[in-house]
Structure formats: C-alpha cells, structure tokens
C-alpha cells in the first residue's frame, strides 16, 4: 500500500500569498512616507509664511514675554517678602 509518497506532514505555508503582502505593505509604506512628506512640506510652507507676515517677529514676543515673566516673579517674590503675616478680613457691603 505504498505509494511512495509520503503524507503532509506539520506546518505548510504556501509563499505566494506571503510574498504579495508583503509588497503590498512594502508599497503602502511607501505611499504613506510619500503622504507624509507632502503635508510636511505643506506645513513647513504654511508656518514659514505666517512668520513672516506677523508684525513683531517670534524673538521679540518672546524676549518680551521673558521681562513680563521675570517683572512678574520679582514683584511677587518681593510682595511675598514684605507679607506682615496678617490675614486679610473680608469686606462686608
């Protein structure tokens, strides 16, 4: 009764199928680095432009917010040092 074939035996995986997913995921990586590159330079454009049309340049905003967070740290360290420790009584209308 031996036909001289041996039966399956175990795991088989047919590589067709295995090789097709993987170019196609290969290909929709691909796609997707080319969407991201687009929308990123699309981006880059968009905030490049807005800079330039602001009328006080990000720098300054920020060297002037700088002085308002240090004006600010100052007065309420030195409010907090000249505090005589009386509580306030609230006022009644």
């Given at each position: 009764?031996?036909?001289?074939?041996?039966?399956?035996?175990?795991?088989?995986?047919?590589?067709?199928?295995?090789?097709?997913?993987?170019?196609?995921?290969?290909?929709?990586?691909?796609?997707?680095?080319?969407?991201?590159?687009?929308?990123?330079?699309?981006?880059?454009?968009a905030t490049?432009?807005?800079?330039?049309?602001?009328?006080?340049?990000?720098?300054?905003?920020?060297?002037?917010?700088?002085?308002?967070?240090?004006?600010?740290?100052?007065?309420?360290?030195?409010?907090?040092?000249?505090?005589?420790?009386?509580?306030?009584?609230?006022?009644?209308?």
């Amino acid at each position: 009764m031996d036909s001289g074939q041996q039966p399956p035996s175990g795991f088989q995986l047919s590589t067709t199928p295995v090789v097709i997913g993987a170019a196609l995921i290969g290909a929709g990586c691909v796609i997707g680095l080319a969407g991201v590159v687009v929308g990123g330079t699309a981006m880059i454009t968009a905030t490049r432009k807005w800079f330039r049309e602001l009328e006080v340049p990000p720098g300054d905003v920020v060297r002037q917010k700088w002085s308002q967070t240090k004006a600010a740290t100052a007065a309420g360290a030195t409010a907090w040092q000249q505090h005589d420790g009386a509580q306030a009584k609230p006022v009644r209308a």
